[in-house]
């Protein structure tokens, strides 16, 4: 089978899917979200922190629309990116 009679066939299984008898009810379920509250954030660490763990950085942050991103940097070869 090549991607193009898979692609054909899912096709039709999706519409026959679909088709509905008009004699027949459907039923639906609605759902209601409940409002929730996030966790609170952890205290920010001491602005010194930094300096203690990694002698010799530049501490600097990165603001962007949806967060304030915490930065060290030092040195002169090739960056390094480190995301977790």
Same mark, same amino acid.
């Given at each position: +089978?090549?991607?193009?009679? +898979?692609?054909? =066939?899912?096709?039709?299984? $999706?519409? +026959?899917?679909?088709?509905?008898? @008009?004699?027949? $009810? ?7 979200? /409940?409002?929730? &509250? %996030? @966790?609170? %954030?952890? @205290? /920010?660490?001491?602005?010194? #922190?930094? $300096? ?12 962007? &629309?949806? $967060? #304030?991103?915490?930065? =060290?940097?030092? *040195?002169? *070869?090739?960056?390094? =990116? %480190? =995301?977790?």
């Amino acid at each position: +089978m090549n991607r193009r009679e +898979m692609l054909r =066939l899912s096709l039709a299984a $999706a519409l +026959m899917g679909t088709a509905t008898n @008009p004699n027949e $009810a459907q039923a639906t379920q609605t759902v209601t979200a /409940k409002p929730g &509250s %996030l @966790p609170e %954030l952890p @205290p /920010k660490p001491p602005k010194d #922190i930094a $300096a203690k763990l990694f002698p010799g950085f530049v501490q600097t942050e990165v603001r962007t &629309s949806g $967060a #304030i991103i915490p930065v =060290l940097h030092k *040195g002169n *070869g090739p960056p390094v =990116l %480190l =995301l977790h």
